[in-house]
């Protein structure tokens, strides 16, 4: 089970480059349910996501390059590449996205939780934006669809 909060970030930490980075690479088979390859970094993956905005499974199998490459070449929407940095805050890891084009100047935070209550509790950091988890438009499945970030970003 994924529980996730996303945020909206006006404006990146200072320290970013402090803090591991990877380029990923993803695209969307189907959106309903999502079915998504992703290439991060020299890891290719294969992922089924259930419906839902804060909490859904997901279930993620590893794919050999050849694999990604043949399924990337059958993608429905827009590829999208984004390089993600992992900040650690407290127990948890903020997964910050700063997309590319045609996404930018789109960047993302994300916070997984091993609970739903403990997603409730969280006090998001003073440099994230405005709460966009149950907003379906700031999925990246949405994202591919409509090929460009959403106009009120």
Request: a negative charge; hydrophobic letters at 40%.
């Amino acid at each position: 089970m994924e529980i996730e909060r996303k945020f909206l970030v006006k404006q990146l930490p200072a320290d970013l480059e402090a803090w591991p980075v990877r380029r990923i690479e993803q695209a969307y088979l189907c959106t309903r349910p999502v079915l998504r390859v992703r290439r991060s970094g020299e890891r290719y993956f294969f992922t089924y996501k259930s419906e839902g905005l804060l909490a859904r499974e997901e279930h993620e199998f590893p794919l050999e390059e050849e694999a990604y490459r043949h399924l990337l070449a059958k993608a429905d929407g827009a590829v999208i590449s984004k390089d993600r940095y992992c900040i650690p805050l407290g127990p948890y890891t903020i997964e910050l996205d700063v997309f590319a084009p045609p996404f930018a100047p789109l960047v993302l935070a994300e916070v997984e939780f091993p609970s739903e209550e403990e997603a409730a509790a969280f006090q998001p950091p003073a440099w994230f934006g405005k709460e966009v988890t149950c907003r379906p438009e700031f999925t990246n499945a949405a994202l591919s669809r409509l090929g460009r970030a959403p106009s009120d970003t």
